[in-house]
């Protein structure tokens, strides 16, 4: 006979109280269910957010019965597709270091001033007697004094004017801008062409601003199999912020180098080299690859673009010019090619063969030309499948 004990209420809160004694010695209770992760019993009745938890929970968020998994920083998840990698983050520039006009003035203030200050070395030598000689009218001083403190001013302050004057002059160039700095503190960028005169105390430093190309040299990288590649690629970029780019990077041109080969890198293994050996659905349906050279000249333009934009270079194009197997597996995959390319051959010439004696027989039948059991259906299609297969190998 069996007996059935009732529990009143007051006898399970007595439970629960004399439970949550006894509950540091035990591990807390967990509720499991196969379409949810672990939650702890306590965390469903407490009262104050703040309370700390005492159990470790794994990194999910329970949605329509589903663990969710964590996305790390730095990884973009899209809907029916693989995690794809984000793009390196930007280097931070100051903000103020920005190309302006510097301030310059035309080429024959400069001339003129240093005709200035040499006709004034020249009449304070005279003036002091230096040359008595070498001005028509002057031989009556031969016997004056020497240089005193009023002939040496002049002849300072002209000659100072002569150096400052000559001293300031430069020729700007089509294609060429300069960088000005004094004590380290850049002060403005010309690009003006002609003869200019530009204060001497200024640093200059020349930049080419012109369209440019760069062809790579070889470069390593893989393939989204792994595949080991060489790849040349022709970069047409130019200089657009010639502050930036002789005062944030210490050299632009290699900057651009190593940020094409880092690019290439990135950009190519996300794609298979070759459809026959990626494992992946679209690719054998098609999908993009590697020789599809207008899409990666896209993508490597893009990527490099923003790389290369904060640091006053406009990238305008990158296109790969070669993308090969590395020598090391140039044979095997040529080999894999010339197989892929014959198993699509006989899958196509298989197909062919199976459609024209499928009509062949379809034809027989309906117009009542033969009566066939299934034997000799069967003897009939073997032998029509044998000869035009045959025949489709001889053509």
């Known amino acids: 006979m069996s007996t059935t004990t009732e529990r009143s209420p007051e006898s399970d809160e007595g439970r629960g109280r004399g439970g949550a004694a006894g509950a540091a010695g035990r591990p807390p209770r967990l509720i499991h269910s196969e379409a949810t992760t672990e939650i702890p019993v306590h965390l469903l009745f407490r009262d104050d957010p703040r309370d700390p938890v005492g159990v470790a929970l794994p990194a999910g968020v329970v949605r329509g019965g589903a663990a969710r998994p964590r996305v790390e920083p730095g990884v973009r998840a899209e809907a029916g597709r693989a995690s794809v990698p984000l793009p390196p983050p930007v280097p931070g520039i100051d903000p103020d270091l920005a190309e302006r006009r510097a301030r310059v003035l035309p080429g024959a203030v400069g001339v003129l001033a240093g005709g200035v200050g040499a006709a004034g070395c020249v009449l304070a030598l005279w003036w002091a007697g230096v040359l008595p000689r070498a001005l028509p009218g002057a031989a009556g001083r031969a016997g004056a004094p020497g240089i005193g403190a009023a002939q040496w001013a002049v002849l300072a302050g002209a000659g100072a004017l002569a150096l400052f004057g000559f001293g300031g002059l430069a020729r700007g160039r089509v294609g060429g801008a300069w960088v000005l700095t004094l004590f380290g503190r850049y002060r403005g960028s010309v690009r003006r062409t002609g003869l200019l005169w530009v204060n001497p105390l200024l640093l200059r430093r020349r930049v080419d601003v012109r369209l440019r190309h760069w062809r790579s040299e070889p470069m390593a990288a893989v393939d989204r199999s792994g595949v080991a590649l060489r790849v040349v690629v022709l970069v047409v970029w130019r200089v657009k912020d010639t502050a930036r780019a002789a005062l944030a990077v210490a050299d632009h041109q290699e900057y651009l180098r190593e940020c094409v080969e880092a690019t290439a890198a990135r950009v190519l293994s996300r794609l298979p080299a070759d459809a026959f050996h990626d494992g992946s659905r679209g690719a054998a349906d098609g999908g993009p690859t590697l020789r599809d050279a207008e899409a990666v000249g896209e993508a490597l333009t893009r990527a490099l673009a923003a ?89």
């Open 307 to 395: 790389q290369a934009e904060p640091v006053g270079i406009e990238v305008f194009s990158v296109q790969p010019t070669r993308i090969e197997y590395a020598p090391e597996v140039a044979a095997a995959m040529h080999r894999r090619g010339i197989a892929a390319l014959d198993a699509r051959h006989r899958d196509s010439v298989l197909t062919s063969v199976v459609d024209s004696v499928e009509d062949t027989v379809a034809r027989l039948t309906t117009r009542g030309l033969v009566e066939l059991d299934d034997y000799e259906r069967k003897a009939l299609v073997k032998d029509l499948t044998v000869a035009f297969y045959t025949g489709h190998g001889e053509r």
